[in-house]
């Protein structure tokens, strides 16, 4: 039997990025006893890297901007698959989170006469974005991770959770895990649990995302039990670079597209224009001169090709390198130097002009920059009420890209942002209410914990079994080949066999030498995580047969109009075991109200 140390709590968050630093702060202000638990070290979460800004129908640029707005583009930008009660609370609530991060200290870029300034984004209708430069995530978590250190929550960085624990009732109860750089085993009991634990994309070759988002608490939720829904809508960023080949898919900002920079194809060529009705291009550009001219007019995206919603703008991409006008190395060249003074580039894309300077030796103020899709953002995830973001096991919470619903099947840029405030904070007023209403102390189960610890050990003891390297190579390798930007039934067919081979085989690793320090270790432990997450991925999009937003089936190449009026939902039964396949079906979407859908009668 192996050791591992214990802590009890009223409160643990699992996940320290956004959504997870701000439902510990909400809980720790009720007074609980609160702890925050993160893989890596505090500060270092993805949210970090999210650079153009938080989306927020604040008026400050465009007076006409309010949450109606807000709320009706976010609708429709998920082809309204989303969860029209976590839109309406996102767009109405936003504006209070931007300026309650200034009031904890953020500082975010002015306006002329000093207000909170604003910049345009794919999909809003109206200069919305709150930011400061292009690091506007680097601001949010410094805030937010300031404000915690100052209430006094405790933190456990560095430690990886493996899995949640349930009591007899089947409420969540606490976690087990490992500390990373020992591999000493950890387990907690609480009343009330968070995951905040953020994304999917290391399961793919080619992404945005960070060596942490290997789908943690999308895959721990499964095994206790909760729903997922929307699986299918991955996200694919139309804007990550190229080249080299070692920081391929390392994401370039919208906010380059937001301050003036176009796409073009190798033949020179704004390719947009040719993907979007004629409504909304330039009524008599007939040049690149009368276009460009338009453009200056409409610089709020309201009627911008190049800032069109995610989605659109990368599959245009993808059509535009498989017709033969890519770049060199295989995407399309982004421009902005040809728009922009060198000044106006370093002043307001700071981060942009030293990574490809640093990285690509690409000067930014005076070249154009070689851009393609990249997975970045997973609309799918955990099933969550919109008010309380409980799960739908007792005991459980989720905010963050680890939920589900808010961004229906395509994410507007921006949103994420804003999505971790809002959500955040109201996963910890709803775990916080159910930790004070939960009677009695949660028990550990040491039978629960001592068999997460021995299959997390069982790698450690076996000789010349699969390389963990290997397997992850061979799962990215399938994702990105077969559940890619583009899918067909055929292809998620043997995409789906393909990963029950990998589960065999994921069950022979083996590993050389012991738990501290030991990469290829937790290397290990992540493929369960990421081979589960990865066949709810595909068996949504093959139950999917449609394309809306992020999921494009290239054998059902429109929008059904029936599954539009519902969300994939996922689930394991538990009491069949550890090894139940994962159950999916079609379920109604909430129905939206009448004084809500008006909205959308009066745009048109």
Request: hydrophobic fraction near 40%; charge should be negative; proline fraction near 5%.
């Amino acid at each position: 039997m192996v050791d591992y140390e214990t802590h009890d709590y009223d409160v643990i968050v699992i996940g320290a990025g956004g959504a997870g630093l701000r439902a510990a702060v909400e809980a720790k202000e009720r007074g609980l006893r609160t702890a925050l638990v993160c893989k890596s070290l505090l500060g270092k979460a993805h949210t970090v890297m999210a650079e153009g800004g938080v989306a927020a129908a604040m008026g400050n640029v465009w007076p006409e901007d309010n949450w109606q707005v807000h709320f009706r583009d976010t609708m429709r930008g998920g082809k309204m698959l989303n969860n029209w009660r976590m839109a309406q609370l996102h767009a109405q609530e936003a504006p209070d989170r931007v300026y309650e991060l200034e009031a904890w200290g953020a500082l975010f870029d002015r306006t002329t006469d000093g207000r909170i300034t604003q910049r345009d984004f794919g999909g809003h209708r109206y200069a919305r974005l709150a930011h400061v430069g292009d690091r506007t995530g680097l601001e949010l978590i410094r805030t937010l991770q300031q404000r915690a250190v100052h209430l006094g929550i405790d933190v456990f960085m560095e430690c990886k959770v493996l899995r949640l624990l349930t009591d007899d009732d089947g409420r969540v109860s606490g976690a087990v895990g490992y500390w990373r750089p020992t591999g000493e085993f950890i387990a907690f009991t609480a009343k009330a649990t968070v995951l905040a634990t953020g994304s999917i994309g290391k399961s793919w070759a080619y992404t945005s995302n960070s060596w942490e988002s290997t789908g943690d608490g999308h895959a721990m939720a499964v095994w206790a039990g909760a729903d997922v829904i929307d699986m299918e809508c991955v996200q694919f960023h139309p804007t990550g670079m190229v080249w080299p080949l070692s920081v391929r898919g390392l994401l370039v900002t919208e906010g380059v597209r937001g301050d003036g920079g176009v796409l073009r194809n190798s033949e020179g060529t704004r390719f947009m224009f040719d993907y979007v009705a004629p409504m909304f291009r330039a009524e008599t550009a007939e040049t690149e001169e009368e276009a460009d001219a338009w453009y200056e007019d409409h610089i709020n995206n309201r009627r911008t090709p190049d800032l069109l919603p995610r989605d659109e703008v990368a599959r245009a991409i993808n059509s535009e390198v498989k017709a033969g006008r890519g770049t060199p190395h295989g995407g399309v060249f982004l421009d902005i130097a040809s728009r922009r003074t060198p000044e106006y580039i370093r002043r307001r894309l700071p981060s942009m002009y030293h990574q490809f300077m640093e990285l690509a030796g690409v000067d930014i103020t005076a070249e154009p920059m070689e851009v393609g899709p990249t997975c970045h953002y997973m609309m799918g995830g955990i099933r969550v009420d919109a008010d309380t973001e409980a799960a739908t096991v007792p005991g459980l919470f989720a905010a963050g890209e680890v939920a589900g619903g808010m961004h229906g099947s395509n994410r507007l840029g921006g949103n994420s942002l804003s999505d971790l405030l809002v959500f955040g904070r109201r996963a910890g007023i709803g775990a916080a209410d159910f930790a004070e209403g939960r009677t009695g102390s949660p028990q550990l189960d040491d039978g629960q914990a001592s068999a997460v610890i021995a299959a997390a050990l069982e790698p450690l003891g076996r000789d010349g079994g699969e390389n963990p390297y290997q397997l992850h190579h061979d799962l990215q390798q399938t994702m990105q080949s077969l559940v890619g930007i583009i899918r067909t039934g055929p292809e998620l067919e043997q995409a789906l066999e393909k990963l029950g081979e990998l589960r065999q085989r994921a069950d022979k690793i083996s590993v050389d030498g012991g738990r501290a320090y030991n990469p290829g270790w937790n290397m290990a432990t992540d493929l369960p995580s990421m081979l589960t997450v990865s066949t709810a991925v595909t068996q949504g999009a093959l139950h999917r047969r449609e394309s809306r937003g992020g999921h494009t089936r290239e054998d059902f190449p429109t929008a059904d109009p029936e599954l539009g009026k519902v969300n994939f939902v996922q689930r394991q039964r538990v009491e069949r075991g550890p090894d139940a396949p994962i159950e999916i079906g079609p379920e109604p979407l909430p129905q939206m109200p009448p004084e809500l859908t008006v909205l959308f009668e009066e745009a048109h």
